[in-house]
Nanobody, 122 residues
Framework: QVQLVESGGGLVQAGGSLRLSCAASGRTFRTYTMGWFRQAPGKEREFVAAISWSGGSTRYSDSVKGRFTISRDNAKNTAYLQMNSLKPEDTAIYYC???????????????WGQGTQVTVSS
């Protein structure tokens, strides 16, 4: 079992930056693929980024590629999402998720955090 707690959300102006953190419990964190998702009001949850257990493989949605960077520190049981050049359309609740499979993917995540709000003002 893995418990995930996100932090780092907030209000930022367009063009600004935020770094989200996802603290995980459990000794098996380093074996999980980690992902970030988001859900804007009135929209379905969508994939943002994912990273393999070693950090050697990453995947991004087209909407954030080149602006967001996913990373992880297995010694600290923490995953991160660095978000730069933020746009109003990035406003959403951001969720951290863990996937038991070592394959980096956009679906089939097993554990989810509660989410953290990111609001980008124009």
């Amino acid at each position: 079992q893995v418990q995930l707690v996100e932090s780092g959300g907030g209000l930022v102006q367009a063009g600004g930056s935020l770094r989200l953190s996802c603290a995980a419990s459990g000794r098996t964190f380093r074996t999980y693929t980690m992902g970030w998702f988001r859900q804007a009001p009135g929209k379905e949850r969508e994939f943002v980024a994912a990273i393999s257990w070693s950090g050697g493989s990453t995947r991004y949605s087209d909407s954030v590629k080149g602006r967001f960077t996913i990373s992880r520190d297995n010694a600290k049981n923490t995953a991160y999402l660095q978000m730069n050049s933020l746009k109003p359309e990035d406003t959403a609740i951001y969720y951290c998720a863990a996937r038991r499979s070592p394959i980096v993917a956009e679906v089939d995540y097993d554990y989810w955090g509660q989410g953290t709000q990111v609001t980008v003002s124009s």
